[in-house]
């Protein structure tokens, strides 16, 4: 596996794999030197056109801690806005000569635009509505963490709350949650869920109450204020009202339960500012966790030094 | 200029089928059978192995010109529709400016005098195809316009299509329709369905297609205006035209070889080259259509020829243009999804008819094209070849843009020799200037 | 050792046939209790000590070594492990994944470390073992111990404590345990 575009380009083993990779670089993290030279000379490449200096600090940091050269590319200070053509960009990027390219674009499909064109791995970092596999990725991490089990995810309930439609994050969590063995249920209003869920591997509820008691993981998204326009929702107060995950829903939840999200928050909207801060939320961890799971996936990805004359030297 | 001769093929023309060669002298089909003779001089085509039917006439060409001449001109598609076996094209009105005026019509004409195909005009229904008031439709019908339509998007406004059809009544002319719902297909990219929310794009559904298809028959049915449907692309649309004609309305439809070929599936690899308006659609939707066009609910087959430049078609999918170019692969595309290989959908005879007499019926060119290959008759002809086999690559085709759906498809079906008004403007499927 | 790892894991997913004994479970017990004195007389005791197994084999041999230490001496001495799969330098299809969490808890600054390996090879692995050991502080000393000396090093790197000298064909294979050393060869589909 060259390039990591979809969760469903790993299967489960291979998300089980990164998963136990993954605590090797959280104690490489927790080092005073938290560094190895796994990585040394290989060059990757942060190529995103949509802002998000969370993510992109998240990757750029896995990339040094492996030893690897990084580059950053970051729309407003890119020539994309003189006119210069997607393909261009990535072309004259890859020219430099580089092992890997880190793609985020706010157009779903451009990783597989990208892939065509240039011959490094690719990683997506967010493909419009469609994926953002390592965050999936690190969510899965983080749940299993706080279980402290190698595999806690068979029957699993885990919730998935909010604007489902326009999420990559819930698109990959669905696929990753499902593809562990978790059971996942949407629970949104019917405008916020995709026009069609054939063939999804989850159950669907628009009453976020009735399925509080029986969730072990309440997976909260982000709800974006300019939906009001598009006639989805009618205020952000009715939309909290229903779907927000309040101080009383939290109290709610079962003692084991886990609270997520994988920000930015609109706090007093999908999530009151008091459930952020109680035991149970993973929040805090989720972004911790985003480097060692980052540093797996890097690893898996272009871990074995030379590969390319191995594989001619087998043939 | 010598006469030409076409030897050995099987006529097939809305007669019937026959073998026979054909004579043509100045322009005209002189005499057919198996028994003459070339005359002394002759220019001989070899046709054996082949059909010989009429030229194929395309309903919905987009030529690009004026305004876009890198993705295409008046010249460059022409010689790309005669490689594809036509001999007469219907240009649309969503150039830049738009055709809605006789002067940009003249313009049109004239740019298509010298071309490979005859360059017919269809004229916009609105000004600036804005869809607030009427364009010039007499006007434009004075200079030989006979079909009109906004294409590129559909007349919104109900009223607006009334007046229209009710003004275009004495006028002897067809109001084509862009069915297109703008509010339901906003920000669409394909189709709305089980592959756009797994894809994570925003797709429009059937309906935003159906709802004007639905309007507008019943506008028809009002006014008593002709109107004729363009690419045509979901099962519900299907059905309501073929009760519509059940009920003796003057509607005709189109479907393009794309949407009887392909589904939404194709979206999987977000490949801008998949994208076109009306979306690709489900496989019942393609069944529905195949079976429409077998049906004769569907009148013909138009290519939709939209020609995009490399650098539109590799933007981010939701940014690029919609549209595929067709003219080279269309007869082969329908002839191998609908009449090669073990049970075929329909006669070979049928297919030349959705491509031939009925577009040309439709687009009031029957006087030149698409009418029996008989004595005195205008020779605008095609030989096709049913069996050869080939692979479609788009970079060496005579369009100026590339964005074709079937690159590296293997077709059943290939154009040999075209010859437009007596001429042979391609010859062994190379085009003779 | 890191090349049987890599040849036993898939893809290779080879399988290791046994030709012949050559050592018994006594003999490795004996080896790994000399072992343990010699690491006690060499270091004038086992004072700021500490016994680091690498993964995966020298893990359980660092684990007895440290019991023949407390046996003899009546001192605990700290065992840690270490996977140097982030550090190694050869090539291969895929990654070699990291078989277990290295665990090391200590700033190594000062203290001498013993690494504890079952055999002892090309010595790349050590290599690898002595760059990872240089991120967790500055180690006063560092030793190697192992059970098996195959031959065959590509590095200026030798073990200063030895269970047994076997010379080896490159081909061969190693296998080290609790129940004695076995040589034979590893078959890959």
């Known amino acids: 596996m060259t390039s990591l575009l979809a969760i469903e380009d790993l299967g489960a083993d291979g998300i089980r794999e990164v998963l136990r990779l993954a605590d090797s670089f959280v104690e490489v993290s927790e080092r005073a030197i938290p560094r190895v ?26 990339a040094k801690r492996l030893s690897a ?20 960009t990535v072309e004259t990027v890859a020219a430099m000569g580089i092992d890997a390219m880190i793609v985020r674009h706010r157009s779903a499909g451009v990783p597989w635009q990208v892939s065509r064109w240039i011959d490094a791995s690719i990683i997506n970092a967010g493909d419009g509505w469609h994926e953002h596999p390592t965050q999936a990725l690190l969510d899965c991490y983080t749940v299993r963490q706080a279980l402290g089990l190698d595999d806690p995810f068979p029957g699993l309930r885990v919730a998935i709350v909010g604007d489902i439609k326009h999420s990559r994050v819930a698109r990959s969590n669905v696929a990753a949650f499902s593809a562990l063995g978790a059971r996942v249920t949407l629970v949104a209003p019917p405008t916020l869920l995709p026009p069609s869920l054939e063939g999804w591997p989850v159950e669907v509820s628009y009453d976020l109450d009735a399925v509080l008691a029986e969730t072990d993981v309440v997976y909260l998204l982000r709800i974006q204020a300019e939906r009001m326009n598009e006639a989805l929702f009618p205020t952000l107060r009715e939309y909290s009202a229903l779907y927000g995950m309040t101080r009383e829903r939290a109290g709610r939840l079962c003692a084991s339960a886990l609270i997520m999200h994988p920000g930015p928050m609109n706090r007093g909207v999908e999530i009151a500012a008091e459930v952020t801060a109680l035991p149970n939320s993973l929040i805090t961890r989720q972004v911790t966790n985003g480097v060692a799971v980052r540093m797996a996936v890097l690893f898996r990805l272009l871990g074995a030094p030379e590969a390319s004359e191995a594989l001619v030297a087998h043939a | 200029m010598p006469e030409l001769f076409l030897a050995g093929g099987t006529v097939l023309d809305a007669t019937g089928s026959r073998r026979a ?51 295409e001109t008046v010249e460059s598609g022409s010689r790309a529709g005669a490689l594809g076996g036509y001999t007469a094209l219907v240009a649309m009105p969503n150039t830049d400016p738009p055709i809605d005026s006789a002067a940009v019509v003249r313009q049109i004409l004239e740019l298509g005098r010298a071309s490979l195909c005859e360059v017919a005009v269809a004229g916009a229904i609105t000004v600036g195809r804005a869809g607030e008031r009427l364009a010039p439709l007499a006007e434009m019908a004075e200079m030989g316009v006979r079909l009109f339509t906004d294409d590129g998007a559909g007349v919104q406004d109900g009223r607006l299509m009334r007046r229209a059809l009710e003004y275009a009544l004495p006028l002897g002319v067809t109001l084509a329709q862009h069915c297109e719902d703008a509010a339901l297909a906003a920000g669409s990219v394909m189709n709305e369905g089980e592959w ?42 299907v059905a309501m035209v073929g009760a519509a004609k059940a009920q003796g309305l003057a509607i005709t439809a189109e479907a393009t070889p794309h949407h009887l070929a ?23 939707d393609r069944a529905a259509v195949r079976r429409g066009l077998a049906d004769g609910i569907i009148d013909a087959i138009a290519t939709d020829h939209a020609p995009h430049t490399q650098e539109a078609k590799e933007m981010p999918l939701d940014q690029a243009p919609p549209g595929m170019v067709g003219l080279e692969t269309a007869l082969a595309v329908a002839h191998t999804e609908l009449c090669a290989g073990e049970g075929p959908l329909m006669p070979l005879a049928d297919l030349v008819a959705a491509m031939t007499w009925r577009p040309a019926a439709i687009a009031g060119l029957h006087a030149r094209h698409g009418g029996p290959i008989e004595a005195g008759r205008p020779a605008n002809l095609c030989v096709f070849d049913p069996t050869a086999r080939w692979r479609v690559d788009p970079e060496a085709m005579a369009s100026r843009s590339r964005n074709s759906p079937f690159r590296g498809r293997e077709l059943t079906g290939r154009i040999r020799h075209t010859i437009r008004a007596g001429q042979p403007v391609v010859i062994d499927g190379q085009a003779q200037r | 050792m890191a090349e049987r790892e890599r040849l036993l894991t898939p893809p290779l997913g080879g399988v290791f046939v046994a030709r012949a004994q050559v050592m018994t479970a006594e003999d490795v017990s004996r080896a790994t209790t000399r072992i343990a004195h010699e690491v006690a007389e060499r270091n004038h005791g086992l004072d700021d000590l500490v016994l680091v197994g690498l993964q995966t084999g020298g893990v359980p041999l660092a684990r007895r070594v440290a019991d023949a230490l407390d046996t003899a001496n009546a001192q605990s001495v700290p065992v840690g492990s270490l996977d140097v799969a982030f550090y190694r330098d050869d090539i291969g299809l895929r990654p070699v994944l990291p078989e277990a969490v290295t665990n090391i808890p200590w700033d190594l600054t000062g203290l001498t470390v013993v690494l504890v390996d079952d055999v002892f090879f090309t010595g790349r692995t050590v290599r690898a073992a002595l760059n990872a050991l240089a991120d967790h502080g500055r180690a006063r000393a560092v ?10 090093r590509e590095l200026p790197i030798r073990p200063d404590f030895v269970g047994k000298n076997l010379p080896t064909r490159r081909d061969e294979m190693v296998d080290v345990s609790e129940s004695g050393v076995m040589l034979g060869d590893v078959v890959v589909k």
Request: glycine fraction near 12%; aromatic fraction near 4%.
């Open chain 3, 143 to 152: 030793q190697l111990a192992v059970m098996v000396d195959r031959g065959h």
């Open chain 1, 69 to 88: 050269d990084t580059m950053t590319f970051s729309v407003s200070t890119s020539s994309v806005n003189k006119g210069e053509s997607l393909r261009d």
């Open chain 1, 37 to 62: 030279p796994a990585l040394r000379g290989r060059t990757v490449a942060t190529v995103f056109f949509e802002d998000s200096t969370r993510t992109r600090l998240s990757f750029e940091t896995a």
């Open chain 2, 21 to 71: 060669h054909v004579r043509v002298i100045d322009g005209l089909v002189v005499e057919t059978g198996e028994g003459i003779g070339a005359g002394a001089g002759a220019q001989v085509l070899d046709a054996s192995g082949g059909v010989v039917c009429p030229g194929l006439v395309d309903l919905h060409t987009h030529l690009r010109q004026p305004g876009n001449e890198e993705a």
């Open chain 2, 196 to 237: 756009s929310s797994r894809l994570g794009l925003p797709g429009q559904p059937a309906e935003a297609e159906e709802l004007m298809v639905m309007r507008d028959i019943a506008l028809a049915r009002m006014t008593g205006g002709r109107l004729h449907f363009l690419h045509l692309s979901t099962a519900g649309s």
């Open chain 2, 262 to 284: 392909l589904t939404e599936s194709c979206l999987s690899g977000y490949d801008p080259n998949f994208k076109v308006n009306p979306p690709l659609r489900t496989d019942r």
